[in-house]
């Protein structure tokens, strides 16, 4: 419960009114799970619990991807109607290859895992379906209809956010031997 809080909170600070709209998705999320769970008069378990944080972590995954594709072609020029609707588009191959990759490995521990391995599959790949449609559909709609409500001024990032991440330049490719060194002690 802390670390969904603190998604939630993030994601209001970091995107603004967008994020309000992505916490409403990822609550969306969250009750649908829980529902079609109880539905199968499931019980929850550690391991089906760690395939609602797995959940968790991809439905806000989708939404960042879906708001910096916004945002990417906000920063091209483009208005506002026409950003949301290509952020949407030309986000779904990275947000459907994400989903589906785990989806089939949800499948396959699904089939040949055993006890509290096919505990945890079963609420990721039920986890899984309900993280797209709501990132994907619920988040739209919303979207759409805050923007049908008024004249508001649309953004997607707060005074804090605005700049944070930009023009960083981190060598990641520099750093590796060290990351790979650190990497091998702790697994070591």
Avoid at 35 to 47: F, G, H, K
Avoid at 71 to 82: D, H, Q, S, T, V
Avoid at 119 to 131: D, E, K, Q, Y
């Amino acid at each position: 419960m802390i670390g969904f809080s603190l998604v939630l909170l993030f994601m209001a600070v970091y995107y603004k009114a967008f994020g309000l709209i992505a916490n409403v998705a990822l609550t969306a999320n969250l009750v649908l799970l829980v529902a079609v769970l109880s539905l199968m008069q499931a019980t929850l378990t550690l391991p089906g619990i760690a395939g609602i944080v797995l959940t968790i972590g991809m439905a806000v995954d989708a939404n960042v991807i879906i708001f910096e594709r916004i945002r990417e072609e906000l920063a091209r020029g483009k208005g506002i109607r026409l950003a949301i609707a290509d952020g949407y588009s030309n986000s779904y191959t990275a947000i459907i290859d994400a989903n589906l990759t785990t989806l089939i490995t949800g499948f396959i521990l699904l089939f040949i895992g055993l006890g509290p391995v096919k505990g945890f599959a079963m609420v990721l790949v039920i986890g899984i379906i309900a993280s797209f449609v709501t990132a994907v559909l619920v988040s739209r709609i919303l979207i759409e209809g805050y923007m049908a409500s008024g004249d508001r001024e649309i953004k997607f990032d707060t005074k804090f956010s605005a700049g944070l991440f930009k023009n960083l330049g981190i060598n990641f490719l520099g750093k590796r031997k060290f990351t790979y060194g650190v990497s091998g002690a702790v697994l070591v």
